[in-house]
């Protein structure tokens, strides 16, 4: 199947009532297995390289580990440049064959995100890329607090940027271990009531799996992103296989046993998202 844009499979997502699962990527082990889980499922993926990933693997290996996921696989694959801060990385990740960009201009203010955003926008719709934006300020556990979306503003946002998704702030925040108290229902329905933009959940391990199950069928949320409880779950595999064969050094051998329960976490959250 041919490697697909986040337009080509949120704007389906945001018709059928269902959400896709963008899941954070850091090296090739995770990638496979989460593809892998796509095809078992049979719901498209996005595979996604944050900061952190691109501060251990240049970003022309990983445009070219997702598009070789993607060329084997039988279900849509989008290869995207999670929170890009500069025009520069989404340049690159355009040049590297990724299929998306986020630029997360969160922290600037509104006229300058906007402007900014707009710019990128229209550069990775120029080269047949797409671009989510965010509004509001998602925070992080234990790190910068959060700054919950305007709807009004979400709705000039929109409008003006021209994006393909908005990452807005409705209670979710970054890193967290543990189901959160859960999402603002009431901000939510208010920003899906001034746009018809697909909306994205960034630290979507922290929504309580339940909500997170139904908002995914009932609201515009068509893109939860996955990081954290699959971070665990490669964690607590890696730290068993170790304790299981402690005289195992082989690399490909370690990491080969982790690839299963990866797989088979990241499958039960995309049949959770309908
Ligand atoms: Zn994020």
Redesign the pocket.
Known sequence: MPLATLSDVLQPALGEGRAVAGVVCLGWEDARAYTAAAEEVGVPVILQA?PGCRAHTPLPVLGAMFRSLAADADVPVVAHL??GYEEAEARAAIDAGFTSV?F?GSKLPLAENIARTAAIAEMAHAAGVSCEG?IGF?GYAEGAESRGTDPEEAARFARETGVDAM?ISVGNV?LQTDAGTGLDEGRIAAIEAVTDVPLVI??GSGVPHAQRARLARGTAICKF?I?TELRQVFGTALRASLAEHPDRFDRVEILRAVEPPIRAACAKVLRSLG
């Open positions: 944050g999670d929170h986020m997360d965010e998602v990452a970054h960034h630290g992103n990081g």
